[in-house]
């Protein structure tokens, strides 16, 4: 039934050609009911799961090399294995999706939120425990709503809670609701969160939040879409599942294509199969660049993620292939810029990002991110020094210490450095930080020079509004 | 007063009943005490000190953290224009601009007469319908200048009833009847459960 076209009823989704695993309920405007999710297949995974063994759950999740669609993209079921033989444990969704350019974990617990009930009764049955705590971020009401109410009906229909569908199994899916902080969609700051604390990430190791987590007992945290994947992985099983995608990266992932292509949107795509020049340029997919423009660079994995250029075209969508090219497919954002784009100003928009954003804890994240803002406003607002370019990197090194991760040149004889960068932090955030300034910098040195030589007489200057937030 | 009120006490009893500790239940809480007045006071941090047992400025360490909680009045409807990287590209920037010279405010001020409180914000994920604002956390999208004044007008003439007034988070709260409850434990005292165990040992 795919038509590869937008559906209006859930924005920006484009039901193209190609497998669902996660997406196929979404050209139904009622996805999000329990009766359209019964009326489709909806919890036959969780009651297949519950005639299994839980460790035979468990085996099937690591046999189908579930990668993690957070960021990461470390296998779940080898995570799950990390937990050591102590009760009680917790399974904690990080649904605080708010990497710039990602948006599908939003459209997955907005138009199927039963599909993600499913998968975490499965997720909590394979690992043995009884309560799972479901955190959305905070700005998506929308998205609370659609899932207390999947949940109110699933309880009532004795689809979780007491004795599961007529059975022994108990499990709880308490709903959380976050309050806006980009910090807390990692793991362990999502830990301190939900215990009612600032979001600031734990110091790890010696202890990582599967041995200790949640109340210092363990804790698996796992992204939206992974838990999505299992109601159709228990169903299908995972041999079934390893005919779709990669054989490193099977079944599919949900890729949001932003910024300067005619057709933005979120396509759901088998891994390793299609290019980045495929989903910009292909008639499937993006249908080409803004006016026919010439691509400048892009982002393939968020704004964390190293830029690439037209030389990474032929890069396949898994993480396999994009971290030896330099970068990362991190949580399927990829935002596409045109030669119209001025790499400073981009540059600037994504540092401001992080340091807004930085929770503080970290000197070298705190202050470095700090400056580097400060740094790229000056160069754009025309009072930039030539002494600046470097000063930049040397405050990127002071937070990503050594060659930081960045795609091949072969024009200056460039190979790439692979993902990921080294850190002096706690957490990849201020790391993160230095990725669009090492990108543009390597690429672009002459933008920056050249706005710094013409000085205030440049160009109008960039007002950016709300620098005190 | 603005402790929160009767109903919103039974309704925090009820969400602090779902953790295994009752701290855990501060940020839903602090939203309720947000929803109750437009903002969260200093009466209701006392009071919700009191329910979860910590101290205030507790409740304040976390609550200042999250850039949702406000301290101070807001507009009726907090208007948030993404200008975040895929936002940026199509003129998310020049969107907040319009937005500014519109409302006659900077990002983190409220018009005169109380309707408005603009603000510049970080993703909101919907990058592919780009540009992109909030009005209360509802999503609009693909906003032109044209668009934006016409959002305005709607939301002064009364037009968009289905947007509530800020601080109103979802309008359907999870509710876990108390027969069909499965058991929230103290991770002091929780063991392995009875299924995990019996099934375990049924398939060895």
Redesign the interface.
């Known amino acids: 039934m795919a038509t590869n076209a937008y559906v209006p009823h859930a ?2 989704y484009v039901d193209n050609e190609g497998v669902k695993i996660v997406s196929s309920r979404f050209p139904y405007e009622d996805s999000y009911t329990l009766e359209r999710s019964l009326a489709t297949g909806g919890y036959e995974g969780m009651k297949k799961a519950l005639r299994m ?4 759950v468990a085996a099937l999740v690591k046999d189908a090399v579930l990668l993690g669609r957070g960021g990461a993209g470390f296998p779940a079921g080898v995570k799950w294995g990390f937990m050591p033989p102590v ?2 444990r917790y399974l904690v969704v990080n649904g605080d ?7 599908k ?2 459209l997955l617990m907005e138009r199927d939120p039963h599909q993600l009930i499913e998968g975490c009764i499965i997720a909590c049955y394979a690992l ?4 799972c705590f479901l955190y959305v ?6 998205a ?2 659609r ?3 999947a ?2 009906d699933a ?2 229909a ?1 689809l979780v ?2 004795n599961i569908d007529g ?6 899916i ?9 910090i807390v969609g990692e793991e362990t700051a999502l830990i301190e ?8 990430p734990r110091l790890k190791p010696p202890f990582f939040p599967a041995a200790k987590g ?2 210092l ?1 363990p804790t698996i945290v796992n992204n939206v879409e992974t838990l999505a994947n299992l109601p159709w992985l228990m169903i299908n099983g995972s041999e079934e599942y390893k005919k779709y995608g990669s054989e490193r990266s099977p079944g599919t992932r949900m890729l ?5 292509v005619k057709r ?3 396509y759901e795509v088998e891994q390793g199969k299609v290019s980045f020049r495929d989903l910009f340029y292909g008639e499937n997919y993006c249908g080409g660049i803004t006016d026919d423009n010439d691509l400048k660079m892009f ?1 393939p994995g968020g ?1 964390s993620a190293p830029w690439f250029f037209e030389e990474q075209l032929d890069v396949l969508l898994e993480a396999s292939e994009v971290g030896p090219a330099g970068s990362m497919l991190g949580s399927g ?1 990829i ?1 596409v ?1 045109d030669e119209t ?1 001025d790499a400073v ?2 540059c600037l ?2 540092v401001r ?1 992080f340091a ?2 930085s ?1 503080g804890k970290c000197t070298p994240c705190r202050e470095g991110t700090t400056w580097e803002e400060k740094v790229l406003q000056r160069i754009l607002d025309g009072h930039g020094r030539p002494e600046d370019i470097d000063l930049l990197l040397e405050i990127g090194a002071n937070i990503s210490p050594g060659v930081y991760p960045v795609a091949a040149h072969p024009d200056s004889g460039l190979e790439a450095v692979p993902f990921p960068p080294k850190q002096t932090t706690i957490c990849p955030l201020g790391p993160s930080s230095v990725a669009p300034i090492t990108s543009a910098i390597r690429r672009f040195r002459s933008e920056f020079e050249a706005k710094i030589a013409n000085g205030s007489a440049s160009e109008e200057t ?5 620098t ?2 | 007063m603005s402790r929160l009120n009767e109903e919103n006490v039974a309704l925090a009893h009820e969400i602090i009943s779902r953790y295994p500790r009752k701290k855990s239940a501060l940020i839903p809480l602090l939203h309720v005490a947000q929803e109750q007045e437009g903002h969260v006071t200093n009466e209701a941090m006392e009071h919700l000190a009191e329910l979860v047992g910590v101290t205030p400025a507790e409740v304040l360490g976390t609550a200042s953290f999250y850039e949702m909680f406000k301290f101070e009045p807001q507009g009726k409807y907090m208007v948030n224009i993404c200008t975040n990287i895929s936002c940026q590209l199509v003129g998310g920037e020049e969107l907040l601009h319009h937005a500014e010279k519109t409302l006659g405010v900077r990002p983190g001020g409220t018009t005169e007469d109380g309707m408005f409180t603009l603000e510049d914000v970080e993703c909101m994920a919907a990058c592919t319908e780009a540009p992109c604002l909030q009005v209360n956390y509802r999503h609009e999208y693909r906003l032109d200048n044209s668009d934006f004044d016409k959002l305005i007008a709607d939301l002064r003439a009364g037009n968009r009833p289905e947007i509530p007034d800020h601080g109103t988070l979802g309008a359907v709260r999870q509710h876990i009847p108390a027969d069909r409850m499965a058991g929230i434990e103290s991770p002091e005292t929780a063991g392995t459960p009875a299924w995990f165990a019996s099934r375990t040992a049924q398939s060895n």
Not at chain 1, 53 to 56: H, K, L, V, Y
Not at chain 1, 174 to 179: D, E, K, M, T
Not at chain 1, 193 to 200: H, Q, V
Request: proline residues 5%; hydrophobic residues 35%; negative net charge.
């Open positions: 924005a920006g063994a839980p460790a035979d009760w009680p999706e708010s990497e710039p350019g990602t948006y974990d939003r043995g425990l009884n309560t971020r905070g700005e998506m009401p929308v609370q709503e899932i207390a109410q949940l109110n309880y009532d004795g809670g007491k059975t022994d199994v108990s499990i709880d308490v709903l959380h609701w976050g309050a806006g902080a980009y969160s939900l215990e009612g604390n600032r979001g600031m949640l109340y007992k949001a294509i932003s910024g300067h933005p949107g979120v982002i704004g954002a935002v810029m784009t100003r981009a928009r994504v990002f807004r954003e929770c960039h007002e950016l509004s709300g005190s937030a």
